[in-house]
Structure formats: C-alpha cells, structure tokens
C-alpha cells in the first residue's frame, strides 16, 4: 500500500508525494471552493471509504500541512487547545494541535469528532464563523486565525445514537461532503493500485463486497470497506491464499457472530472458489 512521505516544515508535517486518490464525484471541485473562502468542512461517510485519504491528496494539492486528531471520549479541550507544564522550576505553555494550526496557517483534521465531548466540539465555534477566532482562556487571550487556516471534520453517520450524534448548532456551521464506497469500477482501480493486486482479484474482491455489504440488513453493524478490500489485496500479494486473506482481513475484523461470518465466508469463497 501507498505512504504519503511527510516532512516538517516549522515544525509542523508537510506531505512531499502526492497521496493517491481517485475522484469519484464533484469533491475536489466543492473542497477547492470552500478552501479559496476558508469555509470549514465536514466529511460525511462510513469508515474506511476514503475521506482520510481525500483529505491528505487535498492538503499536498493545496501545499499545507496537515495537523490531524483522533477524537476519543476523553479528549479534552485542553487537548486541543493546550495546557501549561512543568518544565524545571518553570511554569510554560504549549500549544496544543488546533491552536498550533491556527497559529501558522495549517489544515486541523479532527477525525471522527463526534467521539469527543460536546464540552470539547464547542470550542471551535469561534473558528467556523466570520469571526475566525479562537479563545484561549487559560491566556486570557484571542487569537486570530492565519489566512490559510482551514478546519476540517469527519464523522460516520452510521454511528449515530441519541448520545453522540453532532449537535445542528455545530453541523450547520460546515460545508457538507457526502461520501460512500465508490463504484465498482472506481473501486477495482483503487484496490489495484494500493494493493498491488492483479485486476482479476481486484474485481472479485470488489464484486463479493457489493453482496457482502448486502449482509448490512441481517445485522451487520459494519460493512466491508475499501480499506479492508486493500489490506485483502495487499495479503494476498504477500502470498497468503485468497480466501484466507478475505478471512482475516475482513471477516475476522467485522464480526463475531459466527452465522454472520459464516454468511461472508460464503461470499467470498464464491468469488475465490479455488481456495474453498
């Protein structure tokens, strides 16, 4: 699979080679045009789909760093924001991720934000309008957000619960992209190309996980990802049977029901029949 190669640049990453990403729709067109009126923006989509990915070919295409938090239920706003420590017999303050890219100008990803406190999320609201501000209480004080500021969050619909879901104060504040698996075609070269796998294999692969992620009305609480399509591929260029790299790269990861994995295993074996 593909690495994007990064570099510091004042200390925060640059990524130096393209990351590989094939457009499905209109998104770089929307994702440019928010970036020319610094519009924050919200990627919207089931894991392992490709917003990641999306996210780092648009920060090396648009030649920012890129500053990126994985949200947890303890991620605090200090976390974000940043604290004071103890260093010797001095007391000092480091910033934390957002406030080091509002400072110098990066692209903050906060993935998979609706994980974090609703306490944590609201600390950007200062951010995502025309005010372009971030309070820093601990300082007593404002910061202005460098020109080339942009704020950008993920989150899965498809975890949506009365308990964590974004709050509509917060979603109406962003530029809504909607993404989902990519057409067969689409992802067939996706998977030749991360994987290094053959077209064949690539297109079974691709194929079984169109009725695999059918099985999502029996009570499959996640489908098969593209992700997991690539890391099937990449197992099988490194030489494990195709069935078996289809067990545990997606199987084994997505269920522990054994009549829904058994339901899988019949999928895939039906599109890697020699190994069955």
């Given at each position: ?96 991720p957002l406030t080091r890219a509002v400072r110098e100008g990066a692209i903050c990803y906060l993935d998979e934000i609706v ?147 058994e339901a899988l295993l019949e999928i895939f074996r039906t599109f890697f029949p020699e190994q069955g």
């Amino acid at each position: 699979m593909s690495e994007a190669k990064m570099a510091e640049s004042d200390g925060l990453r640059v990524l130096i080679d393209e990351p590989f990403y094939q457009p499905v729709a209109n998104e770089v067109r929307v994702f440019l045009a928010a970036w020319d009126r610094r519009l924050p923006v919200m990627l919207k989509g089931p894991t392992g789909c490709g917003k990641t990915r999306f996210l780092e070919h648009m920060a090396w295409r648009l030649k920012r760093p890129l500053v990126t938090v994985a949200c947890h239920e303890d991620l605090t706003s200090s976390d974000l924001i940043g604290r004071f420590l103890i260093e010797g017999n001095e007391t000092v303050w480091q910033d934390g991720p957002l406030t080091r890219a509002v400072r110098e100008g990066a692209i903050c990803y906060l993935d998979e934000i609706v994980e974090a406190r609703t306490d944590t999320t609201v600390v950007i609201h200062p951010l995502t309008d025309h005010r372009r501000h971030l309070p820093i209480e601990k300082l007593g004080i404002e910061i202005t957000a460098h020109r080339d500021f942009m704020l950008v969050i993920s989150y899965n619909p498809g975890y949506q619960t009365v308990l964590k879901d974004l709050k509509p104060s917060t979603k109406q504040r962003f530029v809504g992209m909607n993404f989902n698996y990519p057409p067969a075609d689409v992802e067939t070269c996706i998977v030749m190309k991360e994987a290094g796998v053959d077209e064949g294999r690539a297109k079974a692969l691709v194929a079984a996980a169109g009725k695999a992620r059918n099985l999502k009305e029996q009570g499959l609480q996640e489908v098969t990802s593209t992700r997991a399509l690539i890391y099937a591929g990449a197992l099988m260029v490194a030489g494990l049977d195709a069935l078996e790299a289809c067990v545990v790269a997606i199987i084994h990861p997505q269920t522990d029901d054994p009549e829904l994995a058994e339901a899988l295993l019949e999928i895939f074996r039906t599109f890697f029949p020699e190994q069955g």
